[in-house]
């Protein structure tokens, strides 16, 4: 999937198949996104438990107050349980993770609310629990050059899920910065059980912008 424009909310969307099976969504002719299957290997997940998790989030680095969008779905502190997601990602301890100088991760029980019509977490809730960990680890990447401080939006983001959990199931969502090519910030995200077992992973691609491009108020 890569996002072309900020999708807007409360308005119609139109959804194109092409004959190539690629999806295209648009508002007005103007295209706002795009996807099309994609292989995702995603290799040396690093195994972090449930416990490391829960500590690592007290190391998130924002709050609702430093956040600069606490009412995101996925990782917003002004979202409140059954809400959002509530995933707030942070660095486990230097050296945790051998070959890993950066690795973010986050405890999350999924509410109940996000159950598909088989009792399982629906697809889309996973997409977004691997979405911002990635953002959060890639500006955390002070060995790319980052401080911290950057604002960046995701663009480019491919998913392979393997298993989905049970709302109420213990999980954890670890995630790890993989380069930088100017602008372009790579990282890898994965969804393990209580038992460290891998569920699903992905790949992200994330632009550093300008804060009011994040904000929607310029192209």
Known sequence: ???????????????????????????SGKPLATAHAARVDVPDVPRVSYEAAENAVGRTPYNEQSHNLPGCFV?????????GLRIFAGPLEAGAVPGKPVVFAASWVPHGSLSGEDGHVAPEFLWAALDC????????????????DETALLGRMAARIDRRPRPG????VVAWPTGR?????????????AEQEVLATARATWLLVDRQVQLGASA
Request: proline residues 9%.
């Open 1 to 27: 999937m890569t996002l072309r424009a900020p999708p807007p909310l409360e308005r119609p969307l139109d959804v194109l198949t092409g004959t190539d099976g690629g999806i295209e969504l648009r508002e």
């Open 75 to 83: 990782c917003g502190p002004a979202r409140s349980h059954g809400d």
């Open 133 to 148: 960990p990635t953002g959060y680890c890639s500006v955390g990447a002070r060995h790319l050059g980052l401080n911290g």
């Open 169 to 172: 199931d213990r999980c954890v």
């Open 181 to 193: 090519a100017g602008r372009k910030l790579f990282a890898e995200s994965a969804l393990l059980n």
